[in-house]
């Protein structure tokens, strides 16, 4: 049993190359690997939505992974962990308050370090919990991606909350926001819910608002979010991928409210800020690294910090489970295959690529109209994500206004067998994938 939970934990660090830790929090947080028998392993999930999503989007990378640990071949299956509650147990209060507010509580400003790259950012978002409200408002981080900014607002969240525990703070990914728009939109359901989540805060920080590219709808609801917001003296801190006068399709109006309060952007950490990182991630798990490893890691990792603590993580269980301390060689061979720091694509690009191209509306594309056209721009657009940035049907699903993953695959595959029929087809996708490959060179 012993065995099973260091392999599991071990595991977890490993996939952390290529999830958020919001992400393993939600999901992973409560698994536990059950059992290992005859080339079978069995995950136990604490609910439903944590077994599907593991068993849709990460069942082959659990079974490498154990794989590469073991030396073994399993097939992974997920079961549900049956919860007997005692009869009128009340979860009362507790239960219900904090966790609402989005917040990671290990992203705090303890755990990041300061560098050359972010001593800005970071000194702004410091001064903003002081004075939240105030000072900078908005305050709009930007960075490439991997670099920190989830993990500052999050800090400035948790910083808040701790000196004003009273202090009402959400933090929601803007694609949260959007989808919950539509939806409310959608079901003809009185936006008055919605509204109250997103405006009787203190602290309101929206994460990846390039998202709001060419969304009409949702950008004049968040322009009146905004608004009340401000007026009220609330704080209101943003990221994006990049400065809000880039964002294509962005209202002007908006830019203009983004660029009002400070701007702050984030660079690639220099050596000494990398090595820092590592060894702060090393002893945050325990383990103590020789400077000659952190810093061989530090020189060869040009990636961003995401895929820095990944190969230190992937270090770090290759080395807990073979038992020996890492070695150069063992170092070496898990750089070797790490992946380069691949092109980064963003969503918003290929999804406005294919709207422009099929002269569809981006907010009528992932609306629930079947019109052959938009039907066809759908598809196309799912296609690409599927095959440009490798997103999972789930996520591509979200992308397109929270449709099933099922309904992704199938326009998927609808595309992929047309394309072996229609040159004029095959022509289009061409077009396009030069077009958003050319944006992001
Ligand atoms: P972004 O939102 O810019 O894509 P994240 O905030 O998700 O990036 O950061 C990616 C990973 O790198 C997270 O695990 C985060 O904790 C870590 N990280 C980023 N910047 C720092 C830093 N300055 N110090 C420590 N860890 C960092
Ligand atoms: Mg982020």
Redesign the pocket.
């Known amino acids: 049993m012993q065995n099973e939970v260091k392999l599991w934990k071990n595991t977890i660090s490993c996939l952390e190359t290529e999830l958020?830790?919001a992400t393993i929090g939600a999901f992973f947080a409560d698994t536990e690997l059950l059992s290992l028998e005859e080339g079978k392993a069995k995950i136990l999930c604490s609910n439903g939505i944590s077994a599907d999503y593991l068993r849709n989007r990460y069942k082959t990378k659990i079974q490498d992974t154990l794989t590469t640990l073991t030396g073994k071949d399993y097939t992974v299956s997920f079961e549900v962990k049956k919860v007997t509650l005692p009869q009128d147990q009340d979860l009362g209060p507790i239960f219900k308050s904090s966790q609402n507010d989005g917040l990671v509580v290990s992203?705090n400003f303890d755990?990041?370090?300061?560098?050359f790259s972010?001593r800005l950012a970071v000194s702004v978002a410091k001064a903003v919990v002081e004075q939240p409200g105030s000072l900078h408002n908005p305050l709009f981080v930007h960075?490439g991606?991997?670099?920190?900014?989830?993990?500052?607002m999050h800090a400035v969240g948790n910083a808040i909350k701790e000196r004003n525990p009273k202090a009402k703070v959400l933090y929601s990914p803007a694609e949260s926001f959007g989808n919950a728009l539509i939806k409310a939109i959608q079901n003809r359901r009185p936006t008055s819910s919605f509204r109250k989540k997103y405006r009787m805060v203190d602290v309101l920080l929206i994460?990846d608002i390039q998202f709001f590219a060419g969304r009409q709808s949702t950008q004049e609801e968040f322009f009146n979010t905004f608004n009340e917001l401000h007026l009220a003296n609330k704080q209101i801190v943003l990221?994006s991928d990049r400065h809000p006068s880039e964002i294509k399709k962005l209202e002007q109006r908006l830019v203009s409210r983004f660029s009002g309060g400070m701007v702050a952007d984030m660079q690639e950490?220099d050596l000494d800020?990398k090595i820092e990182?590592l060894r702060?991630?090393a002893r945050e798990k325990g383990a103590t690294l020789k400077d000659e490893v952190l810093l061989q890691v530090a020189e060869q990792i040009t990636g961003?910090?995401?895929q820095l603590?990944g190969v230190l993580n992937q270090i770090l269980a290759i080395s807990a489970s073979q038992n020996l301390d890492p070695t150069e060689e063992l170092v070496a061979g898990v750089i070797k295959n790490t992946p380069c720091p691949q092109k980064f694509i963003s969503t918003e690009d290929i999804v406005q690529s294919v709207c422009d191209h099929f002269g569809i509306d981006l907010e009528i594309m992932s609306s629930k109209k079947r019109s052959q056209n938009i039907v066809l721009t759908r598809q196309v657009t799912a296609y690409l994500l599927r095959n440009l940035s490798q997103m999972s049907f789930k996520d591509i699903g979200e992308v397109l206004g929270g449709r099933d993953h099922t309904t992704v695959i199938h326009g998927v595959e609808k595309i992929e067998k047309n394309l072996k029929e229609s040159p004029l087809l095959k022509n289009q996708i061409n077009h396009l994938r030069v077009d958003i490959l050319g944006k992001t060179s």
Not at 111 to 115: A, H
């Open positions: 958020s830790k992203y755990s990041l370090v300061v560098g972010n960075s991606v991997g670099l920190g900014k989830t993990h500052l994460d990221a950490p800020m990182i702060r991630k961003n910090i995401r603590e």
